[in-house]
């Protein structure tokens, strides 16, 4: 299903989030040593500080209390918690492993928002509620260019 224009601005948030992923593992494959390590652990904590922060206020406020009681709500906000949790790993003792369950949890996150939450949401909104919501989405997304 094509993506609402309502989720757009989320679902190219998702998009750097899966390329941060991608960038960062042929990284981690060509390059081990510590310097590499603590770059793109550095570059992991600098995009999560600059888009990953709004994204999830942006969900945490505006997309999830427009869901209501949904099981996939709780799910995925533990899981923002524990990206938040891998992020301050990072911060404090980078290493090949952390990063790879930083990429592996963003990864799976991302595409469980995109597959099953956006596409639930695409199917069950009425059009007032994914517009209303799509506004705010609009207004509070930071947009950046890779």
């Known amino acids: 299903?094509?993506?609402d224009p309502s989720l757009i601005p989320l679902s190219h948030q998702h998009h750097n989030g899966l390329a941060l992923c991608?960038?960062?593992r042929?990284?981690?494959?060509s390059d081990s040593s510590p310097e590499n390590i603590a770059k793109l652990a550095r570059r992991a904590i600098d995009r999560y500080e600059l888009e990953l922060i709004n994204h999830?206020?942006?969900e945490e406020q505006v997309l999830f209390p427009a869901c209501g009681p949904m099981p996939l709500?709780?799910?995925l906000l533990a899981e923002h918690r524990a990206i938040e949790a891998l992020v301050a790993q990072l911060r404090a003792a980078p290493s090949a492993a952390l990063l790879e369950q930083f990429c592996e949890l963003l990864s799976t996150h991302i595409r469980r928002e995109e597959n099953e939450l956006f596409e639930q949401i695409q199917r069950t909104f009425p059009r007032e509620v994914?517009?209303?919501a799509g506004s705010e989405i609009d207004r509070r997304a930071v947009r950046i260019c890779l």
């Open 1 to 3: 299903m094509l993506r």
């Open 22 to 24: 991608v960038l960062t």
């Open 26 to 29: 042929r990284s981690l494959a």
């Open 56 to 58: 999830f206020e942006i």
């Open 73 to 75: 709500i709780g799910e």
């Open 130 to 132: 994914l517009d209303r």
